[in-house]
């Protein structure tokens, strides 16, 4: 499933889609029952259950996952605390998404969602059977209770998300409409679809804005059944959860416990998996892939050693630059930076060449840019040619590469020169500008595992008298520095769907560069950048949606923002044998949600 990345930590995903509003969405006064991105929904009215499920699937059994660092809150709503993993199985929301389409949105707590002609407007019919585990009804109040709260008290994330929202009226009990600024936002419908619906008989009296322990109240398949503070986690599956005969949860949700065991170190989790102290584990290291997963538990086929291709959007990871500092203003140093670095080296030798270089920040979609510009990109970018490199209008972005033989002279030649341009000079074997002041900087990372993949690079920026040191923090720590933009480079992902739309603006708008706790992580501040976000969120067509973003890719990248790493576009898992899957996988997803346990184990 393409999914927007929502900053909350949670285990699962939730996915959006963007109505394209044709005549089939006003198909009654009620509306309709889902919502699909280019033409109609793949799964008609009265389906009965998704194609990757089985339906048949059998329930029970305890099963035991994998999380890493530790937490301190229930609450992943907030810029406070860090929020147990697992958490987003107690809620639901309005609607939810099927992991075979691209963006196609089906009503879950909302029965029925309507549409306006003029795209100004959407109405959520709520289902009448909803619950929240209590027994107490869902019903508009809890939707205008959770919007409100989220927006105004929440995450950085959702003001931005839901920036066009102008109104909400409760129209009854069980009906509900948002009204936009206009009719130019054409996934806000569907965006709206996904908010988790808090209960507001639970939260009344309490400080939503602090981090707690107490676990909440929610609606959804599981709830918490115990845990120990930073340790573990228990979820047990609610038996009279009120959608579980739902075509959209159908095959869904079939352990009756999942517990997430903690672990501060992958090392120390991979043997604890081997000693089979957990059950399912996915790897992102390929080292460890190539040479870890051996011995007696792989022996005798106990575990199930997995690579699974999916069709995900990889986005971009990278060496993230923050531009707040003054060292990091001037693109040319930026660009040097990413002159310095190795991929083909590093993939060659350290990770079994298994990966490929991200050249976009949409890497493996057709959203990503390549060449030069298309005649309608260059007419998106024409407007601000004045504030935009001459070689973006012309060329294709130079992605740096090498022979991968750990000679990388011409790259660093390169980067001496733009770094004397930007007024840097080596002074006694060290890059020192017109003040004297050298150029040292710290990449903090929370995975010791990383060292091995920075020190080559710093090794190479050694050469060109830049003091890069490693600081390695815990994850806390590291979340908060990142929250507070304390940082001078780390390693992130900026993931995207297959339809990007209003969650750009918290990755890249001027306004949220300097907001405590938005994921403009690399302080983006352009206004051809905010422009092009509008144009994205604006995109009446699929192809309108292309060009904006792939114009707005080539403004990243011509920015020399991030130093990009690499991806891969299959799961790498190990599990335990008496997991079953149905026999149609998902394109989107890993699908977990779907196992089940074999009857004898």
Wanted: net charge neutral; glycine share 6%; proline share 5%.
């Amino acid at each position: 499933m393409q999914h927007k990345h929502i900053p909350t930590l949670l285990l699962f995903t939730i996915s959006l889609a963007v109505s394209s509003f044709c005549a089939h969405t006003q198909a009654s006064t009620k509306g309709v029952h889902a919502l699909a991105m280019h033409g109609k929904p793949k799964y008609s009215e009265n389906f009965s259950h998704f194609d990757y499920v089985n339906p048949e699937a059998s329930k029970g059994g305890n099963i035991v996952r994998s999380a890493n660092g530790s937490f301190d809150s229930f609450n992943p709503f907030i810029p406070k605390g860090e929020p147990a993993t697992g958490v987003g199985y107690i809620y639901d929301t309005l609607s939810v998404a099927s992991n075979d389409e691209p963006f196609t949105q089906y009503g879950l707590i909302a029965e029925r969602i309507s549409v306006s002609k003029a795209n100004d407007s959407v109405t959520f019919f709520i289902d009448k059977h909803a619950y929240f585990h209590d027994g107490h009804p869902i019903t508009t109040e809890d939707v205008l209770f959770s919007f409100n709260t989220l927006t105004k008290q929440g995450r950085p994330f959702y003001g931005a998300y839901y920036a066009d929202v102008t109104d909400v009226k409760i129209l009854d009990e069980h009906t509900i409409t948002f009204h936009f600024r206009d009719g130019k936002n054409r996934e806000l419908p569907l965006i709206l679809g996904q908010l988790q619906i808090l209960p507001a008989h639970y939260w009344k009296g309490k400080d939503f804005t602090s981090a707690t322990l107490s676990p909440p109240l929610g609606s959804g398949p599981y709830k918490i059944a115990k845990f120990s503070q930073g340790k573990d986690i228990s979820y047990q599956r609610v038996q009279n959860y009120w959608a579980k005969d739902h075509a959209t949860r159908v095959g869904h949700f079939n352990f009756n416990e999942i517990r997430f065991d903690y672990y501060r170190d992958p090392n120390v989790a991979l043997e604890a998996f081997k000693s089979k102290n957990f059950d399912i584990l996915e790897e992102n290291s390929s080292k460890s892939w190539a040479t870890q997963y051996n011995g007696p538990a792989f022996d005798d086929k106990s575990i199930v050693l997995a690579t699974i291709p999916h069709e995900n959007p990889a986005g971009m990871q990278a060496f993230a630059i923050n531009t707040r500092r003054e060292l990091f203003k001037d693109p040319k140093v930026r660009q040097a930076l990413g002159l310095a670095f190795d991929f083909e080296w590093t993939n060659r030798n350290l990770f079994y060449s298994a990966y490929t270089r991200s050249t976009s920040y949409f890497s493996n979609s057709e959203l990503a840019s390549s060449g030069v510009p298309s005649e309608k990109e260059l007419a998106l970018l024409e407007p601000f040619k004045d504030d935009l490199p001459v070689e973006l209008f012309s060329k294709a972005y130079p992605i740096p590469k090498t022979k991968g033989n750990g000679k990388n002279r011409l790259n660093l030649r390169a980067a001496t020169k733009l770094l004397k341009e930007a007024g840097w000079t080596i002074q006694e074997g060290a890059l020192t500008n017109k003040n004297g002041k050298p150029f040292n900087f710290e990449i903090v990372i929370y995975q010791k595992t990383f060292e091995r993949v920075i020190l080559p690079y710093t090794k190479n920026l050694e050469k060109l008298g830049i003091k890069a040191s490693i600081r390695v923090i815990d994850g806390s720590q590291f979340i908060e520095r990142r929250r507070e933009f304390d940082f001078d480079m780390i390693i992130q992902t900026f993931a995207q769907s297959s339809s990007p739309g209003n969650e750009q603006r918290d990755y890249w708008y001027s306004g949220y560069a300097d907001h405590r706790g938005s994921r403009n992580l690399i302080g983006v501040k352009e206004p051809v950048v905010d422009h092009l976000i509008d144009e994205i969120i604006g995109a009446e067509s699929r192809n309108d949606l292309i060009t904006a973003c792939r114009a707005l890719d080539r403004v990243l990248l011509w920015g020399h923002y991030v130093v990009p790493q690499w991806h891969i576009s299959s799961y790498r898992v190990a599990y335990r044998d008496f997991f079953r899957q149905p026999k149609i996988a998902p394109k989107y997803s890993l699908g977990f949600d779907t196992w089940w346990k074999t009857s004898d184990q």
